[in-house]
């Protein structure tokens, strides 16, 4: 991008790349929403194990398997110049759970994406984050025909502490997408900033 610039030019910084986990039930869009806003193809794990595992993995017989056992996204997002998110799906299978551990090293916070007509669906992640204070943002996934609810009548199905931001979202539309992934950023920076000290409560 720099090529070609004047001498002039501010030297292009490093950029400051942050990670984002998307999590929530099966099917409630997390795969349509890294897919939206993603800039890279979206990376799914029946890739990785047939791409990355062919040389060590011995899959013949049961490539049926191999590309069928996990879906996990990972996408990501320039928001600025001097600012990349890296998107990562959690897998909504329960018997992944294991894996959401590895995930959350490092994340900066999440969106835990709802269907308002399986709102129980997301407890588990909105258990998970709460647990380990991972700011996130509650995203209702407006999918067509489901009724909708103002975010206070989401806020107390779910019971969440009131400065969690409880948005609406269309999972498929990137301008959507990345209000909410914008709404993550800015919730995390301002616990940041009171958790050190920085703001008054
Ligand atoms: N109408 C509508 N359909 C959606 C939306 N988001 C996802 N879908 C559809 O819902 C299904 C499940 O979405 P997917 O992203 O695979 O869910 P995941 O299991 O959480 O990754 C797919 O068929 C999507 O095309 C949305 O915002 N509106
Ligand atoms: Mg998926």
């Not at 004047?6 to 099917?27: C, H, N, Q, Y």
């Not at 329960?94 to 308002?116: I, K, M, N, P, Y």
């Not at 009131?162 to 498929?172: I, K, Q």
Request: proline share 5%; with cysteine; charged share 25%.
């Amino acid at each position: 991008m720099a090529f070609g610039r004047s001498s002039r030019s501010t030297p292009t910084v490093e950029p400051v790349t942050l990670k984002i986990l998307v999590a929530g039930g099966f099917g409630v869009g997390k795969t349509t929403l890294v897919g939206a806003v993603s800039e890279i193809r979206p990376l799914r794990t029946e890739e990785t194990l047939t791409e990355a595992g062919r040389p060590v993995d011995d899959t013949s017989g049961v490539e049926r398997k191999s590309t069928t056992t996990v879906a996990m996204d990972f996408g990501r997002l320039t928001l600025r110049e001097d600012l990349v998110l890296y998107l990562f799906g959690t897998p909504g299978q329960d018997r992944f759970w294991f894996l959401w551990d590895e995930l959350a090293q490092g994340a900066l916070g999440a969106v835990v994406l709802a269907d308002t007509r399986r709102l129980e669906d997301c407890f588990a992640a909105v258990d998970y984050f709460e647990r380990r204070d991972i700011p996130f943002v509650l995203t209702v996934n407006c999918f067509d025909g489901a009724d909708r609810y103002p975010a206070e009548a989401v806020r107390s199905a779910l019971d969440l502490d009131p400065e969690v931001p409880v948005l609406l979202c269309d999972a498929r539309e990137r301008e959507s997408v990345k209000e909410i992934l914008v709404a993550v950023v800015e919730h995390a920076a301002m616990l940041g900033a009171r958790r050190r000290g920085s703001v008054p409560v």
